[in-house]
């Protein structure tokens, strides 16, 4: 059963920090090189390597999407957004929980500034950026304007999806319940009124333990996708689901286990929605994850 619901957010006195699109995000890797060869393998190009930080861009025109970093523990550092103004960077440096002052970006490519802030339901670490020189030189393919973005298990959904869906421009394009009728994942994406924007660049759902489940990169076309798909295997890199088909947001998915058993996800032809979109809710039903494709692993869901 599929219904629509009116969405309401919750008035906490604090405006609402307008984001733009997602930016980058940060990976620490202990074996860097293994990682560094399967980023290549996986369609990222290197632009900078500085200290233990090593950047990578697609072929959109963000000057970085990935930064790969050398360290003690595999882990996800968190992902960053552009917000639409320096005005909106400063609110939230002075506003969001364990914010940061307001740093320029002194190695990364693109320069900039940020703030650094911590999810106040599992810790985890948020990056808003603003005033990154972007490519100009894109000439292979079209840009793609909002190409990527994350998903993690949080540990209290409604705590999580309060602060997300008021402080940010974040809007549930999906939301998914369980057999009690509590809500327990969501599909997020960045409310910009009229403007065409991806189904969700945001997904969370309630688990035991919070981490980050996956990022998704957007590939150019099926074509690209598939090819990229028997190239990783040709690698021997492991396949972790696709190459399938979802239902909300009905994107093609292809989703890989890097060399630290992070989950990088290729991915095409996603939904498109505006202010305009209706919030689906829906149960929760291992029918309602994939329309074709490879059966549903059970690791993925970890």
């Keep these: 059963m599929t219904n629509s619901i009116p969405y309401n957010s919750n008035n ?26 399967f980023l290549e393998d996986f369609g990222f190009q290197e632009v900078k390597r500085v200290g233990k930080d090593t950047y990578y861009r697609g072929t959109g025109f963000e000057p970085f999407v990935y930064c790969a970093r050398e360290g003690d523990e595999d882990e996800f550092g968190g992902a960053a957004f552009t917000v639409e103004s320096e005005e909106d ?12 002052k307001i740093t320029e970006f002194t190695d990364a490519p693109g320069s900039g500034l940020y703030v ?41 959904f409604a705590k999580a999806f309060e602060f997300y869906t008021t402080r940010f421009n974040f809007k549930p394009s999906d939301l998914v ?14 409310d910009r009124d009229s403007e065409k924007v991806d189904h969700h660049c945001f997904f969370f759902f309630e688990g035991s333990k919070s981490h980050v489940h996956h990022s998704y990169f957007e590939t150019h076309n099926f074509d690209t996708q598939v090819l990229g798909h028997d190239w990783l295997r040709h690698k021997g890199y492991e396949n972790c689901w696709g190459v399938g088909r979802h ?24 939904d498109l929605v505006d202010d305009e979109h209706p919030i689906n809710r829906s149960q929760a039903s291992p029918d309602n994850l994939h329309v074709w494709g490879p059966d549903l692993p059970p690791e993925f869901l970890l």
């Excluded at 960077?89 to 940061?100: C, F, I, K, N, V």
């Excluded at 100009?136 to 973005?149: I, S």
């Excluded at 239902?247 to 996603?270: A, C, K, N, P």
Aim: hydrophobic share 35%; net charge neutral.
């Design 12 to 37: 906490s006195g604090l405006r609402c920090i307008n984001l733009v699109r997602i930016s980058h995000v940060y990976y620490t890797h202990r074996d860097i090189n293994k990682a560094r060869q």
């Design 177 to 190: 319940y369980d057999g009690n009728g509590r809500d327990i994942t969501t599909f997020l994406h960045l």
């Design 247 to 270: 239902v909300m947001g009905s994107q093609i998915f292809d989703y890989w286990f890097d060399t630290s058993r992070f989950i990088l996800e290729h991915y095409v032809d996603g």
């Design 89 to 100: 960077l400063e609110y939230a440096s002075r506003t969001l929980p364990g914010a940061s």
């Design 116 to 156: 650094t802030f911590r999810d106040p339901a599992d810790n985890f670490p948020f990056h808003l950026v603003y005033g990154q020189k972007c490519h100009d030189d894109v000439k292979t393919f079209p840009p793609l304007k909002f190409n990527f973005g994350t998903l993690a298990c949080v540990t209290n």
